[in-house]
């Protein structure tokens, strides 16, 4: 109740269902050590994280919620959506901006399930469709331009990073103008980002390890 209050007074959503999904989510513990990301012998399998929204922090979802604002956002995208803590921010501005969807994408159902009841409990549900099963697959059709795509990855043990190919496939759904938010920073995803051919301005923000604003201009 104590953190519902605290962070329902500096928030810019004046929503008290809202205020408590997010604080019940706020309040779940983490994994030991931190979890993937954060701890180098953690599993990197997201199977073995059901229980943990490991979801951003409410000063970025404040910032989110800003920018959607500020956007006229009616479409976003989002990697991934775990239960569903930016998805609620993304939602709560769609619905403050007159309507819209935020497309999410989570490859294990029950935290799809979860992100859906939460979405419910705020009284989101209607601006958001959670699509099921791998990003890299699910978010390849988004049905036309989106003005907001956030990256929130995940590590894997080798290869290219799932932020850098997730941002391949949605770089040329979104349209000039529209934002991407990258949460972990990536290498590879920056590497992209800072390749004029590619159509976007990027600028680190100093949350956590490093999030990439990123706005495309051509
Ligand atoms: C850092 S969490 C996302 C947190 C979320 N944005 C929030 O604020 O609550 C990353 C999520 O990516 C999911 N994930 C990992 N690999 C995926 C893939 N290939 N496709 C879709 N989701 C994936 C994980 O299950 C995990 O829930």
């Known amino acids: 109740m104590e953190l519902m209050l605290k962070a329902a007074a500096s928030s810019l959503i004046q929503d008290e269902n809202f205020h408590k999904v997010t604080a019940r989510l706020l309040s779940e513990p983490h994994p ?48 991934a959506t775990s239960t569903g803590m930016s998805t609620l921010y993304l939602a709560a501005a769609l619905r403050d901006n007159g ?16 992100a859906r009841r939460n979405l419910r409990h705020a009284g989101l549900l209607d601006y958001a469709e959670i699509r099921e099963g ?6 390849r ?3 036309g331009p989106v003005d907001f795509v956030l990256v929130d990855g995940w590590p894997v ?11 391949e496939i949605v770089a040329p759904q979104v349209r000039i103008g529209g934002y991407v938010m990258n949460d972990g920073a990536e290498p590879d995803f920056l ?16 949350f956590k ?10």
């Open 157 to 167: 043990n080798d290869g290219p990073s799932l932020a850098r190919e997730v941002i």
């Open 32 to 79: 030991p050590g931190g979890g993937p990301g954060n701890d180098p012998k953690a599993s990197c399998n997201p199977f073995h994280y059901v229980e943990h929204g490991l979801g951003i922090a409410p000063e970025q979802g404040e910032l989110i919620y800003l920018l959607c604002r500020w956007l006229s956002t009616k479409r976003v995208a989002e990697f």
């Open 141 to 143: 059709d988004l049905g």
């Open 191 to 206: 590497e992209f980002i800072r390749d004029p051919a590619n159509g976007f301005l990027g600028l680190m923000l100093p």
């Open 134 to 139: 791998d990003a890299r697959r699910t978010l």
């Open 209 to 218: 390890v490093g999030m990439e604003l990123c706005v495309k201009v051509d």
């Open 99 to 114: 309507g819209g969807v935020v497309i999410g994408s989570e490859l294990v159902s029950a935290k799809a399930a979860a």
